[in-house]
């Protein structure tokens, strides 16, 4: 179906890529400039109120498509879908969107029926599919998969069902950056503009000096996103100051901290408000060309990345002289090829570049000798995706929200042992306790909650304690973490923190590009010493190994501070953080796993020792023949008894006793 | 601007780094992985300093001053952190000091004494990887490698033949050749350039010091040294003399003394190189032969050409190297005269150079026999020179035998880059005008520039010449040959940066001044001969009237002349 651009409904308008109109996008906001008619500004209206789904003559089914939804088989459901709605109603719309946020109950489904307000369904199934479209032929909704019903527009009889922004999980939430993901198209770019993109670009182009520009993000008070804080519009400032015949723009979107997916979900339900940022970014310090580096494990981000930029070309967003302003930019997409490393800035422009992706040692910042030497601006995804809510809002607006130093809102990633795993943008300020809590709905299985480990792998792992903490850029540092790219794993009692400690550096050691040696070297002898904690004292087979056991504990801080200050990057400075803070955190833990040779929240399966109660144990052998190590040994009817030399701790008798006579300690 | 360093204020110019203005200070800061000239990697954080205001450490090799700066270079956090980094590369390095080749000699070893490392506090995993062995010019050991970077950067940035690089992550990273492959098969030119700037023992050169002892313990071998112009001027470092000390005669009493039978002098076959050469020349100009002509006295060179521009081969001068000339004389000439069996005769070339032993390993240099049996470095040299007991020091002068060890100063500045080029000019100009120039000085060619460019007039005739050292140097120019827009006739082509003096071969380890202390020797030989052209050379004379006949003769060709293969794929 051949729909309605924009420019089909203005009356004669000559803007194109090749001939740009500086007006287009103030058309599209406020109506036709020239040849102003009521016909066409009727036209313009009924057109945005279709693309804003206000008003439309045939059902709109959307599926939450991003790669969570994926994962849960949105596929399929979208595939039954689309069976359906052909017998239904040829004109019905299907789309697939990026993810709202919810992702523990992918995968969510919303339908829009013409007069109706919008619903949201969630754990949809292909199964489910047949009923959701019956209820809507009935203009009804079925209860039992509903999440809830949008605010904004007549409920027209459905004022029972929950509203869908009130939801504990949105509640406290401020959609700021992620307000189109999961609700628009993001492979439609005149979604995009309904809902007032690129006027942000052009109210930079058209009514600010580069200067105003870089001033409005300084006074928004917006700082990096990608985990260092560093003010945006001081770095914007310095490269705008630099000298250098030609200057880039890169979009860091590198994400590879362990359990943070805020940039792909951002990517992947709204590319084209990264892509506005950045085009505000090149204006604001005179760059002309620019990159998107994105890892190449985010095949479905790349592939709306490259949408976005081509239909951004054929608007003339993009390119020679966009909106007729003289200024000229264009902008590129680099796979990265998985090194976590290359998500630190020179790294990562070395990689650009075609060379191994190794830090350099800064000065030079890449403000001033950046991309192939010249200067460049790197900002994180999420960061670009703020600027053109900062430029919409006003600078005071935009200040308004969060702390004193940290402004804005952040996206957190929220993961691990919590009930809504998902995607939360939170008021800078907001504190751990009510994103895990409030938003986060807690710890599942009754269990109680540990800790949290925030910043991904360069952060620290935070206990009940600290919670209360609000969260922004400086408090986070002085409990020893770091606010980081918005990694949120939550962590019940049943982990253990030496395990986690190792997990980190485990990923870290494999992760350090080898080129300074405090990171490359120092990490193996901490991993190694983690790893000498967990192992039992069977595997150590000397004095020797035993002794080394302490002596690693009794350097471990001493060698985390020398990784810390001397290493050469960020990766390295920050490699020892996890140690450090569970350390600071838990270190009876650790001392169990020294000295007591136990681990306390019964990880460390080395560590641990099965016996049996004899009180409870009936005899009835099934231990003993399930047990694969024959180390379980008793005569029928009579307590058994575990041999702990033998017992290689598969947990197979605690799996197969009825009678809950296996202890484990 | 003004900084302080240690409470100690001091003048820095804006855009030095800190480890400059302290080394000018005369404050010591320890390196590991900074080489001079190139640009700061900041891998090894061996030079970090505190700097008032950084959060962390900072290493001074590449940072900049700025006004007002206050650094501690030798704080206790600094001596911490340089401690322990020095611990975490041991952890990581096999104990084998005692039987290293480079025990006594390694900047790690001096490091650790220097820190008081009394204890192995970081103690695990060690990195295995397979020894290299299998090219007939170097060694590496991976196991021993502490991934300081220097041979990669001296391979790439200096050389620009990128034989090596680093390879996989975090502790299993690796410096390599491409898909591990051994640097027999890459693209490795041999020119040790990663040996003279590794710290430590993980790249060293095939040892040819057993096969020359069991020759000197064969009685029925005739071994027969020869000398390269370059090693009489580093030789003495060995032994603890300064750096540019002319040892030439002590080396020939140590040469005999260690069983040699004959010590003859490469720079025999230097003035042989240039006869042949300046008319090799001249014939190619007179009959409209390919141009610019490429000397081919450096086999790291001749490798490079092989593998990175077969295409230009015909450019390269068909001479082969002076020590091969004169391994196929001993073995010719020198073995009728005499009336020796060539068979016996075991040919032991001592060179400042790495590449020479794959030279030696060529098929085509040789007939019945290889021109050239074994080569030994600078150092292996002085290995032996030790083994054998012989106090070098109080060695008197020895003179080489004669005839091949006759030779002019024209044929000892093949050891700096430029002198081929000098010694060549020298030559062509007497053999085209008759006449001995004025002024046998080509002060153009000299020095330590990448390339140097002369016109010189002959008989009205303008040649423009160039004279290349360090191989990074002479992409831009074979790349205008290969599109035919060169000005030049004639190009001198040393793979090592200053030429022979500071080859893969010469005692470790290597910078600027040390080179240019040497090459300041070398001249002062030159000018201190009374002979210092080629054609002077009476033995060279006399062997061409008794063998050879003229230049470029036939039999000329058959002893003295090669040809080249493309190495290309």
């Not at chain 1, 290359?342 to 790294?347: L, V």
């Not at chain 2, 008081?116 to 020894?131: D, M, N, P």
Request: include cysteine; charged fraction near 25%; aromatic fraction near 8%.
């Amino acid at each position: 179906m051949a729909r309605d651009t924009f420019q089909q409904v203005f009356t004669n308008c000559r803007h194109s890529a090749e001939n740009p109109c500086s007006y287009f996008i103030d058309c599209i906001t406020s109506g036709q400039k020239c040849h102003q008619s009521e016909a066409s500004n009727q036209r313009l209206r009924r057109l945005k109120d279709r693309l804003l789904l206000v008003e439309h003559d045939h059902p709109v089914f959307l599926v939450g498509m991003g790669t969570c939804g994926l994962a849960n088989g949105a596929q399929k459901v979208y595939e039954a879908l689309q069976s359906e709605l052909a017998a239904w109603d040829a004109k019905a719309q299907l789309i697939p969107v990026g993810c709202v946020g919810y992702c523990a109950r992918e995968v969510i489904v919303d339908v829009k029926l013409p007069g109706h307000p919008r619903v949201s369904y969630a754990e949809v199934t292909p199964q489910d599919v047949p009923a959701i479209v019956e209820a809507a032929k009935r203009n009804e909704v079925v209860g039992d998969k509903l999440l809830g019903v949008y605010e904004g527009v007549s409920r027209n009889g459905w004022g029972g069902y929950p509203v869908f922004q009130q939801l504990p999980f949105f509640k406290k939430q401020k959609k700021i950056v992620l307000d189109n993901c999961g609700v628009i198209d993001p492979d439609d770019i005149d979604q995009y503009l309904a809902r007032g993109g690129y006027s942000a670009l052009s109210k930079a182009l058209n009514r600010m000096s580069r200067e105003e520009v870089i001033n409005e993000v300084k006074n928004g008070g917006l700082r990096g996103r990608g985990g260092g804080g560093f003010p945006t519009g001081l770095k914007w400032e310095l490269a705008a100051k630099a000298k250098g015949d030609k200057k880039y723009v890169v979009c860091n979107a590198d994400e590879g901290d362990p359990g943070a997916f805020m940039d792909r979900a951002l990517l992947e339900g709204d590319p084209h408000k990264v892509i506005e940022g950045m085009i505000i970014c090149a204006y604001a310090v005179g760059a002309d060309e620019g990159y998107i580096y994105c890892r190449a494990e985010y095949p479905l981000a790349i592939q709306r990345i490259e949408r976005a930029i081509a239909d951004a070309k054929a608007y003339g967003l993009l390119g020679r002289n966009i909106l007729g302003s003289g200024f000229s930019f264009t902008l590129k997409l680099k796979k990265g090829a998985g090194a976590f490393v290359c998500g630190e800035e020179t790294a990562l422009i070395h990689s650009i570049e075609g060379k191994r992706g190794m830090p350099s040692p800064k000065p030079p910042y890449p403000a001033h000798q950046g991309l192939f030497g010249k200067p460049t601006v790197i900002n994180n995804v999420e960061t670009f995706g703020n600027v053109p809510v900062l430029l919409n809002m006003g600078a005071e607006a935009y200040a308004s929200i969060g702390t004193q130093g940290s402004k804005g809102t952040k996206i957190f990633a929220l993961s691990g042992n919590v009930n809504n795993v998902g995607l939360v943008e939170v008021p800078m300020g907001i504190t751990l306790r009510e994103i895990i809590f409030d938003i986060g709905g807690g710890i599942p299985n009754g269990r109680k909650f540990k800790a949290v480990q925030i910043g991904g792998p360069s952060g620290g792992a935070l206990p009940e304690s600290v919670i209360d903490t609000p969260i922004d850029y400086e408090s986070l540092k002085d409990i020893g973490a770091m606010m980081g790219s918005g990694g949120l794993v939550v962590m019940d009692e049943k982990t253990c923190m030496v395990d986690l400690a190792k997990y980190f550096m485990t990923f870290i050691q494999s992760e350090s590009c080898g080129k300074c040696i405090p990171c490359r070297e120092g990490t193996k002898r901490l991993l190694e010493t983690l790893e000498r904690l967990t192992r039992s004292y069977r595997s150590e087979r000397t004095q020797e190994e035993a002794m080394q056991r302490f002596q690693g504990m009794i350097y471990l801080e001493r060698l985390s501070e020398v990784i810390k200050s001397t290493s050469l990057c960020g990766l390295g400075q920050t490699a020892a953080n996890p140690v450090l803070s569970t350390l600071r955190y838990f270190r009876e833990e650790y001392e169990a796993h020294l000295y007591d040779r136990k681990c306390p929240a019964g990880v460390c399966a080395e560590l641990l020792t099965y016996r049996i109660d004899t009180d409870k144990c009936t005899g009835c052998t099934l231990c003993a023949r399930k047990c694969p190590q024959n180390a379980i040994i008793g005569e029928k009817q009579k307590a058994h008894y575990i041999i702990d030399e033998k017992c290689i701790r598969c947990d197979q008798c605690r799996l197969n006793c009825k009678f809950n006579a296996i202890i484990v300690e | 601007m003004k900084i302080t360093i240690n409470g100690k204020e001091c003048w820095a110019n804006p855009g030095e780094t800190v480890l400059k203005v302290a080394e000018r200070e005369g404050i010591k800061i320890p390196t590991l992985c900074y080489l001079k000239g190139l640009t700061p990697t900041g891998s090894c954080r061996m030079c970090v300093v505190e700097v008032e205001g950084q959060r962390n450490l900072t290493p001074a090799c590449a940072f900049p001053v700025f006004e007002g700066m206050k650094v501690q270079t030798n704080s206790a956090k600094v001596r911490r952190a340089r401690k322990t980094i020095i611990e975490l590369l041991i952890a990581n390095h096999p104990p084998e000091c005692l039987t290293c080749v480079r025990n006594g000699n390694c900047e790690l070893q001096s490091l650790a004494a220097e820190y008081g490392v009394r204890s192995l506090r970081y103690q695990g995993e060690r990195r295995h990887a397979k020894i290299d062995v299998a090219s007939p010019s170097i060694e590496r050991d991976p196991e021993k490698c502490i991934l300081c970077g220097r041979c990669v950067r001296v391979c790439n940035e200096i050389q620009g033949v990128g034989a090596i690089d680093f390879a996989r992550r975090g502790f299993n990273s690796i410096v390599m050749p491409a898909f591990d492959h051994s640097l027999n098969t890459a693209a490795c030119v041999f020119c040790g350039q990663c040996i003279v700037h590794c710290p430590v023992g993980a790249l060293r050169e095939k040892s040819n010091e057993k096969i020359t002892w069991e020759a000197i313990n064969n009685p029925e071998k005739i071994v027969v040294a020869q000398i390269a112009p370059a090693v009489r001027v580093a030789l003495g470092e060995e032994f603890g003399m300064e750096p540019g000390s002319i040892v030439t005669g002590k080396a020939v009493a140590a040469l005999r003394r260690i069983g040699m039978d004959y010590v003859f002098d490469t720079n025999f076959s230097a003035d042989l190189t240039i006869i042949e050469e300046a008319n090799e020349l001249l014939g190619r100009l007179k009959n409209g032969g390919k141009l610019p002509m490429l000397t081919s006295c450096s086999p790291g060179w001749i490798k490079y050409v092989e593998h990175f521009y077969p295409d230009l081969l015909e450019n390269l001068s068909t001479c082969k190297s002076p020590h091969e000339m004169q391994g196929a004389l001993i073995k010719s000439y020198w073995a009728e005269k005499m009336g020796i069996d060539p068979a016996k005769i075991f040919v032991v070339s001592i060179m400042p150079c790495t590449a020479k032993k794959f030279e030696a390993k060529r098929p085509e240099l040789g007939g019945r026999y290889p021109d050239v049996d074994a080569v030994l470095t600078t150092r292996e040299l002085a290995n032996m020179i030790r083994i054998a007991g012989i106090d070098f020091m109080r060695l008197k002068d020895d003179h080489f035998d004669d005839p091949l060890g006759e030779a002019t100063g024209a044929a000892v500045i093949f050891g700096a880059t430029g002198g081929v080029m000098e010694a060549a000019l020298r030559t062509a100009y007497f053999t085209v005008t008759g006449k001995e120039m004025a002024d046998i000085e080509f002060r153009q060619v000299r020095g330590l520039d990448g390339v140097k460019e002369a016109d010189v007039a002959i008989n009205g005739t303008t040649l423009r010449v160039a004279a290349v050292n360090a191989l990074r140097n002479i992409k831009p120019i074979l790349d205008a040959i290969r599109a035919g827009n060169s000005p030049y006739h004639f190009i001198e082509v040393m793979a090592c940066p200053g030429g022979c003096i500071n080859g893969g071969g010469q005692p470790l380890p290597s910078d600027v001044e040390k080179t240019e202390k040497r090459m300041a020797a070398i001249y002062r030989i030159d000018r201190e001969l009374a002979k210092r052209s080629s054609h002077q050379n009476e033995s060279v004379q006399k062997l061409y009237e008794e063998y050879l006949e003229h230049p470029n003769s036939h039999r000329a060709h058959e002893l003295l002349h090669t040809h080249y293969y493309n190495r290309g794929e």
